[in-house]
């Protein structure tokens, strides 16, 4: 059973910064796809950004990739994503997925096959 339990959210000013984690368990981890999405009210989730965990190559959205950095520690099965300069069009559910296999690129959210409850990011101006 495989199990992701983000945490790191809340509520921040705008130009602020904001650490999400996201703790994986049930899985090797090895050799797989992880990343965080979001998703606001009305809109369709996204992704933020993704990193294929053997290589530790990661991709990210270019709407934040300039403030947002996805980084994991591989032994703890942790993923974490560093949020600076925050926006309230940041303002979202923010999840942690996962899928087996590698990835290459911000996969669609619906290929991702594993889910956390998510955790919300509330930025205000």
């Known amino acids: 059973q495989v199990q992701l339990v983000e945490s790191g959210g809340g509520s921040v000013q705008a130009g602020g910064s904001l650490r999400l984690s996201c703790a994986a368990s049930g899985t090797t981890y090895s050799y797989g796809c992880m990343g965080w999405f979001r998703q606001a009210p009305g809109k369709e989730r996204e992704g933020v950004a993704t990193?294929?965990?053997?290589?530790?190559?990661?991709y990210i959205n270019d709407s934040v990739k300039d403030r947002f950095t996805i980084s994991q520690d591989y032994a703890k099965k942790t993923l974490f994503l560093q949020m600076n300069s925050l926006k309230p069009e940041d303002t979202a559910m923010y999840y942690c997925?996962?899928?087996?296999?590698?990835?290459?690129?911000?996969?669609?959210?619906?290929?991702?096959?594993?889910w956390g409850k998510g955790t919300l990011v509330t930025i205000t101006s």
């Open positions: 990193i294929f965990t053997d290589a530790g190559r990661a």
């Open positions: 997925a996962a899928r087996r296999g590698g990835c290459i690129g911000l996969p669609h959210y619906s290929v991702m096959q594993y």
